[in-house]
């Protein structure tokens, strides 16, 4: 009888911590009129919803109120979606600024700047020190500019053309 008794309580503290791990799974309701709006864009980007033409927040409100039983995309697929984007951009971001915006020269100090068609001279001095010298027509004028620059500075160990100027 005893063996029977502690077997019953066995099963019923197994089935509370059954309850119990299963309470904390389940989602709090959502309140949509409680969030802010960047909570709200977030929830909507979550489920795959995009709200075009949402000007106020009652907008918002009203899209998540009628998502709130959409499943939540996987995290790959999201991945997968920005990767594309990114792809459509050339390799670069949103704003510029990304990798296609130069090319590297041969020449230290040298950049090619893709929007101007120019070649860009920025010297490092000492100090972690930059100075801007201009944009140039030639790779070989802008590596010219950095190596006076470097030179009036005393570092000329630094200079692209070591014999020549």
Same mark, same amino acid.
């Given at each position: 009888?005893? $063996?029977?008794? @502690?077997?019953?309580?066995?099963?019923?503290?197994?089935?509370?911590?059954?309850?119990?791990?299963?309470?904390?799974?389940?989602?709090?309701?959502? /309140?949509?009129?409680?969030?802010? !709006?960047?909570?709200?864009? !977030? @929830? =909507?980007? #979550?489920?795959?919803? &995009?709200?075009?033409?949402?000007? +106020?927040?009652?907008?918002?409100?009203? =899209?998540? #109120? +009628?998502?709130?039983?959409?499943?939540?995309?996987?995290?790959?697929? %999201? &991945?997968?979606? !920005?990767?594309? %984007?990114?792809?459509? =951009? *050339?390799?670069? /971001?949103?704003?510029?600024?990304?990798?296609?915006? @130069?090319?590297?020269?041969?020449? $230290?100090?040298?950049?090619?700047?893709?929007?101007?068609?120019?070649?860009?001279?920025?010297?490092?001095?000492?100090? *972690?020190?930059?100075?801007?010298? *201009?944009?140039?027509? !030639? &790779? $070989?004028?802008?590596?010219?500019?950095?190596?006076?620059?470097? $030179?009036?500075?005393? +570092?000329?160990?630094?200079? /692209?053309?070591?014999?020549?100027?």
């Amino acid at each position: 009888m005893a $063996r029977k008794s @502690f077997l019953v309580c066995l099963l019923i503290i197994l089935c509370s911590a059954v309850v119990l791990v299963h309470a904390d799974e389940a989602e709090p309701p959502v /309140n949509c009129a409680k969030m802010r !709006t960047k909570q709200l864009r !977030t @929830f =909507l980007e #979550e489920r795959g919803v &995009e709200c075009k033409g949402c000007a +106020e927040k009652s907008d918002f409100v009203q =899209l998540c #109120e +009628e998502s709130k039983d959409l499943p939540i995309i996987e995290v790959e697929a %999201k &991945e997968e979606e !920005t990767e594309a %984007k990114y792809k459509d =951009l *050339g390799g670069q /971001n949103s704003k510029g600024g990304g990798a296609g915006d @130069f090319k590297q020269s041969d020449y $230290r100090g040298v950049k090619y700047v893709e929007a101007s068609g120019q070649w860009r001279a920025i010297a490092d001095l000492a100090g *972690g020190q930059y100075k801007f010298l *201009g944009n140039f027509d !030639t &790779e $070989r004028e802008a590596a010219e500019a950095y190596d006076k620059a470097v $030179r009036e500075a005393g +570092e000329g160990e630094k200079a /692209n053309f070591k014999d020549e100027l």
